[in-house]
């Protein structure tokens, strides 16, 4: 399953082609791409962090709303592309 939720989360970051896609709505989307294994919300946020460690994607936090983006890296981008 973590594999596919990590899956899910580089095809979607690629297909907003660059632009930041909040947490929530990626977390939604690697949810539905992966119902099948019915993962929770914690189990697409541990991915999260654990894919930022590998430097595939980068997070940033707006200081005013507090709400939390991501985007591919480079090196995500690379990944994401042979994911296809």
Do not use: Y
């Amino acid at each position: 399953m973590n594999s596919r939720i990590i899956r899910a989360i580089l095809v979607v970051l690629l297909q907003c082609d660059g632009q930041p896609i909040p947490e929530f709505a990626l977390v939604q989307a690697a949810q539905m791409l992966c119902r099948s294994d019915n993962p929770t919300e914690d189990d697409v946020r541990e991915r999260l962090r654990e894919v930022e460690a590998q430097q595939f994607i980068s997070g940033a936090t707006d200081p005013l709303t507090k709400e939390r983006t991501w985007t591919l890296t480079t090196k995500g981008i690379h990944k994401a592309r042979q994911l296809r």
